[in-house]
Structure formats: C-alpha cells, structure tokens
C-alpha cells in the first residue's frame, strides 16, 4: 500500500516563491517510482504539472511552469519536492502529487492534496 502525503502549500503574494513536499511511504520501494505533481483548480479539471524519474536525472514540466518550477526527490529520505518560484494568482489551485511506475502516470497513487493560494 503507497501512502502520498504532501506538505508546504498556503497563501503567498505573486512573485513569492513555495516549495512543496512529498513523503512517500508503502512497500514499494521508492526508488523505482516516478513522481508527479498536478494540480487542480476551481471548476477546472486536474492538470499536470511536473514529473521526475525514479532516478531523478529526467523532469518534465507542463509548459505554464517551465523555467518557474522546479522539481527535484531524495531517494534516501522518500521524498519529493516542487520548488515554485514567480508563482503568479494562475498558480492558484490544489496540489497533488502521485507516485507511478513510471512517467505516464496511467494508474497513480495519489496524496490527498494541499492548498497553494496566489493572492495579492
């Protein structure tokens, strides 16, 4: 069983800058796991953000957030990471990450999501 629990989100200015984590748990080992961070907006659907592979050598980020986010995974603490830098009121949504046996992220576990607002 794989337990997502994601950390970090609140209330910033634009501009400002938050970075989110993940916590990984469950008895797949985190190493072979592909990250990935969505989010999902009011009365939107959810979207995809960035992933990362098990390796953490490969990133791919949705094209509103290239060159603003950045993510990154530390295989010995089972974590995951979204650095969001310049975050602007679009950012504004609740974000989750998921974990998957690779990038595709067909059938992901996910976390239970954590608020990110972008609010002057």
């Known amino acids: 069983q794989v337990q997502l629990v994601e950390t970090g989100g609140g209330l910033v200015q634009p501009g400002e800058s938050l970075t989110l984590s993940c916590v990984y748990s469950?008895?797949?080992?985190?190493?072979?796991?592909?990250m990935g961070w969505f989010r999902q907006a009011p009365r939107k659907e959810r979207e995809f953000v960035a992933s990362?592979?098990?390796?953490?050598?490969?990133?791919y980020y949705a094209d509103s957030v290239k060159g603003r986010f950045i993510a990154s995974r530390d295989n010995a603490k089972k974590a995951a990471y979204l650095q969001m830098n310049s975050l602007v009121t679009d950012d504004t949504a609740v974000y989750f990450c998921?974990?998957?046996?690779?990038?595709?992220?067909?059938?992901?576990?996910w976390g239970q999501g954590t608020q990110v607002t972008v609010s002057s």
């Open positions: 998921a974990a998957d046996d690779d990038a595709t992220f067909v059938t992901p576990k």
């Open positions: 469950g008895r797949r080992s985190f190493d072979i796991t592909a």
């Open positions: 990362i592979n098990w390796e953490g050598d490969t990133t």
